[in-house]
T-cell receptor
Framework: EPEVTQTPSHQVTQMGQEVILHCVPI?????FYWYRQILGQKVEFLVS????????KSEIFDDQFSVERPDGSNFTLKIRSTKLEDSAMYFC??????????FGPGTRLTVL | DQQVKQNSPSLSVQEGRISILNCDYT??????FLWYKKYPAEGPTFLIS?????DKNEDGRFTVFLNKSAKHLSLHIVPSQPGDSAVYFC???????????FGSGTRLQVQP
């Protein structure tokens, strides 16, 4: 069964450094998302992407964040200058056009 | 932001019995509801969903009930199995937005 994949599984970085989180959505899906879950908190929506552009973003998704679909398969989340409070699990999700979003296994980001 | 609430952080049931997980929402714009299951260090896995035009959807051992007037939904698992032990998230979708809003989760423990 096709699945969303994410790399790396764990990323450790120093505060102020840039990180790029990678996702490969399910191949025939059209909508792509990033969510995050800070330890002990809810899963929160960050951004959605459709037709090669951002379709919606949350208040969390400020100028430090950006997304790209550099080729036909990858979907990346970049954090330009990481802060301690960016430490979280970051989940990529995709869906085809019905309503069920399928999630990847997540990348644990630790900012020191 | 408490648009989707899961008031029980944990639930423990005996194997073979029914598990009932509850979820309340406040936003009348939500028109699609989903349940996800999450194991530690994994991404949320889609379980079952229901449209706001229905009041029940069944898939094997899992049934979701929706009471629109009460803004309440529940997930029933019958019979419960030890492998069902996980955190269950209720999520809601305003299909005009396509961004999921999650509850805080309920940790289900099924005792053998």
């Amino acid at each position: 069964e096709p699945e969303v994949t994410q790399t790396p599984s764990h990323q450790v970085t120093q505060m102020g450094q840039e990180v790029i989180l990678h996702c490969v959505p399910i191949s025939n899906h059209l909508y792509f998302y990033w969510y995050r879950q800070i330890l002990g908190q809810k899963v929160e929506f960050l951004v959605s992407f459709y037709n090669n552009e951002i379709s919606e973003k949350s208040e969390i998704f400020d100028d430090q964040f950006s997304v790209e679909r550099p080729d036909g398969s990858n979907f990346t989340l970049k954090i330009r200058s990481t802060k301690l409070e960016d430490s979280a699990m970051y989940f990529c999700a995709s869906f085809k056009g019905r309503n069920e979003q399928f999630f990847g296994p997540g990348t644990r980001l630790t900012v020191l | 932001d408490q648009q989707v609430k899961q008031n029980s952080p944990s639930l423990s049931v005996q194997e073979g019995r029914i598990s009932i997980l509850n979820c309340d929402y406040t936003n009348s714009m939500f028109d699609y509801f989903l349940w996800y299951k999450k194991y530690p260090a994994e991404g949320p896995t889609f379980l079952i969903s229901i449209s706001s035009i229905k009041d029940k959807n069944e898939d094997g051992r899992f049934t979701v009930f929706l009471n629109k007037s009460a803004k309440h939904l529940s997930l029933h698992i019958v019979p419960s199995q030890p492998g069902d032990s996980a955190v269950y998230f209720c999520a809601a979708l305003d299909t005009g937005r396509r961004a999921l809003t999650f509850g805080s989760g309920t940790r289900l423990q099924v005792q053998p």
